[in-house]
């Protein structure tokens, strides 16, 4: 049986391998992300994994570091919390990015699955430049 934690830990590991098939299964089928203002990015635990392939898809990750993971077990769900900072490119565009995501699980026969995820940024000092 997962904790919660791991699957969380698993979720970042695919994205950051890039071997996200698979990645749906980590998600509740009514599973969502949202993004800055809570403004919904992704329904269901297709769309899901979906967001992480698009983002690979569009973006090279020259630097990842994640710190301060949390976790909370309330009312019968999980809440996994932690910072992250990345450098990544786009288009050419390098830049800059941190934030915190923060990760509800609900238990289910096999551990785990996320059921909502919202990412939020943090000011950083954007080095922006042509690749």
């Known amino acids: 049986m997962t904790t919660a934690v791991e699957v969380v830990e698993a979720i970042n590991a695919a994205w950051r391998t890039g071997k996200v098939d698979g990645l749906a299964d980590y998600f509740d089928p009514a599973a969502m992300i949202v993004g800055p203002g809570y403004q919904p990015l992704a329904r269901g635990a297709e769309a899901c994994a979906a967001s992480y392939r698009d983002f690979l898809r569009a973006s090279v990750v020259h630097e990842y570091h994640q ?65």
Not at 74 to 79: K, L, M, R, S
Not at 90 to 97: E, V
Request: cysteine-free.
């Open 67 to 131: 710190s301060d993971l949390r976790v909370h077990e309330v009312g019968g769900v999980a809440i996994v919390t932690f910072d992250w900072e990345m450098e990544y490119e786009q288009g050419g565009r390098r830049s800059r990015a941190a934030g915190s995501d923060l990760f509800v699980l609900r238990p289910v026969a096999e551990g785990w699955r996320a059921v909502w995820r919202a990412v939020t940024f943090a000011p950083v000092a954007n080095r922006a430049s042509k690749g």
